[in-house]
């Protein structure tokens, strides 16, 4: 049985080198802030980032928003809360949570990716939508669809902090394009003062067609709007989601 989700367990102490600094988030934080701020139908205070992981992006929004941040980890919860303690963090699984509150915005970034089955994805939608204030808007990035997916991509990152240097290298491949499931497969190696450990993890994620994304996002309610966001060499469709006052 291969190990997952190491990266938000016992693996998740190497997650402030992942992907760079909360201040690199920033860039992706301000494109939401823009779309937000164009497409709501109602004053924007509060926002609820589902999935917030290490809090990079509550880190970048807050400024604008009085943030609260919701994870299945209470490990990334703790880092997110170190990195933003003037922020709320509650623990909770984005397919079930019931928080007894709305907010006037939603962001649901990278963690929409660990919804693997039509079931989970769905479900995700429906418990974002009931805690959105009508005329609020949601906003939903797909890092992955059938149309942009790249067969057996590796990509590598290295990154060094206090004595610690680690390359992160991240293989994704979809062994079977009849399902909605590709895999992620990740390989560490983690060098502390220069002596090596190897570590690996394996993710199952979720990908879907453009379409089914149109198609759930309006069965679940919301009015949605595509934009796009550039980063680097790629492209990523942006939904803007809002809901109907
Ligand atoms: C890549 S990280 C998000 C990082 C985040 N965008 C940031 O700014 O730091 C993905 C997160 O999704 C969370 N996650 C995965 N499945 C979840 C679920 N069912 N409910 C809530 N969070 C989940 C993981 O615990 C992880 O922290």
Redesign the pocket.
Known sequence: MQETNRL?TDLAWLWPLWGGAAAE?ADYSEHVIALIRQYSEREVRTLLD?????????YNLKRSFNVTG????PT?LAQAKELNPECTFVH????SFSLNRSFDAVLM???IA?MNNRVDFEEAFRAAYAHLNPGGVMVVTPDVTVENFQQNKTTTFSATKDGLDVVFIENVYDSDTSDEQYETTILYLIREQGSLRIETDHWVMGIFTLDTWRQVLHETGFQTHEKQYRLGEDEYTVFVCVKPQ
Do not use: F, P
């Open positions: 938000y988030y589902i999935g917030c992981g290490g809090g990079k992006n509550v919701l994870d299945l980890s990334m909770g699984d984005m397919r970034d990278d963690a660990h």
